[in-house]
């Protein structure tokens, strides 16, 4: 605290992001990112965006990422206005909460959910309802139709892993016209279902991507949002009173060339599904509970052993996984899919711990 501290800071209480550990061979299994490297054609894009003496830094970068935006829009079978690009899908998000969703009622979402949702409602001074999540994790649908200043969904959901089919996703849309649903699919390539159809139909659905899981490049940080022109025209009008460049030049090029090398997408996205399902299997064979995943993580609890303390056994071997302390999840853990060498070396340890 300062006394020079606006009001605002004062209030704020920050999301907190996993640990980036700066160990040298640590087994990172705490943010979700993708065990795969991304396509060579990625780095060839970087390269050539760089040129021989990184000439092309002198100059801005293309402030509406129009190429990427036209090679992502085709991938999708949309059009370039459908489509809007942030500086990873966390400023997407940002964006959305002062562009499209109301201040007169209550923003809902599920109680367990991507806890950077309450911090952004926070930060914009946007009320919401948190409504619980069924026993198994599951979002109970009949309950989002209560009057509300916009909704927000992620699917698959996290850190449950829960995925809702995709006529529950249309039976939300269907029936909440006066405000917007906004879902976040930032683990869809994983096993869900993706709304990205239903953008033609429903003027007040908002789809949210990002880059940084299936596809390899949380260290760029791109993310986008679908929908209607007319809300991706929201977006970019907060985005032009903000920061007119969110992406660089380097993380357009690595964006577009991504997108443009599918085979590499598909067969990472094939990998991470048929660990997880090997990693479930095995973590199922040491007793612990693991709730069905569509994601690239696995969400567990062990009826013979604390969370909390599985998770700093864990982190004694350099072997890094998320436990939450919040209500209703505080005897779980989130595990990353990682390498097969990151899985088994997770398994030898917490044989050790719980067998
Ligand atoms: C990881 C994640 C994001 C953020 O992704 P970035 O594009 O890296 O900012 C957004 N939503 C959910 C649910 C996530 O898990």
């Avoid at 201040?103 to 367990?112: E, G, Q, R, T, V």
């Avoid at 139709?145 to 916009?150: D, I, L, Q, V």
């Avoid at 929201?234 to 380097?250: C, G, H, M, Q």
Wanted: glycine content about 6%.
């Amino acid at each position: 605290m300062s006394r020079y501290w606006s009001d605002i800071v004062q209030q704020l209480t920050p999301y907190v992001p996993g640990e980036q550990p700066v160990l040298a061979h640590p087994v990172k299994l705490n943010t979700n990112e993708s065990p795969c490297p991304p396509s060579p054609r990625v780095v060839e894009a970087i390269r050539s965006e760089l040129g021989d003496n990184g000439e092309s830094l002198r100059r801005y970068p293309d402030p509406t990422a129009r190429k990427l935006r036209e090679t992502v829009a085709a991938h999708h079978g949309i059009s370039a206005d459908q489509v809007f690009a942030g500086n990873g899908s966390d400023e997407v998000l940002a964006h959305v909460f002062l562009a499209l969703l109301k201040h007169d009622k209550p923003i809902l979402f599920p109680d367990i959910t991507y806890s950077f949702y309450p911090t952004y409602a926070r930060l914009y001074d946007v009320a919401y309802r948190a409504v619980p999540v069924d026993d198994a994790f599951a979002i109970r649908v009949d309950d989002y139709f209560a009057p509300n200043g916009g909704l927000l969904i992620a699917n698959p959901n996290a850190p449950t892993g829960h995925a809702l089919p995709l006529a529950d996703i249309e039976r939300l849309v269907a029936g909440n016209t006066e405000s917007v649903v906004v879902v976040d699919e930032a683990y869809v390539d994983f096993g869900a279902q993706s709304a990205v159809s239903l953008i033609a139909k429903y003027p007040n659905l908002l789809v949210v991507h990002t880059t940084s899981k299936s596809r390899s490049l949380a260290g760029m940080r791109v993310g986008f949002a679908f929908g209607n022109a007319t809300l991706i025209d929201a977006l970019n009008r907060v985005k032009d009173s903000f920061n007119s460049y969110p992406l660089d030049r380097l993380a357009q090029a690595a964006a577009q060339a991504a997108y443009e090398d599918d085979a590499w997408f598909r067969a990472s996205c094939a990998q991470v599904i048929a660990s997880r399902e090997r990693l479930s299997a095995g973590l199922r064979e040491l007793g612990f509970v693991v709730v069905p995943s569509a994601a690239n993580f696995v969400f567990v609890s062990h009826p013979a052993h604390d969370a909390g303390r599985l998770a700093a056994q864990l982190r004694e071997k350099e072997i890094i996984v998320r436990h939450f302390k919040l209500p209703r999840i505080d005897a779980y853990l989130r595990i990353s899919i990682g390498t097969d060498a990151e899985c088994a070396a997770l398994l030898e340890a917490l044989r050790v711990y719980v067998g």
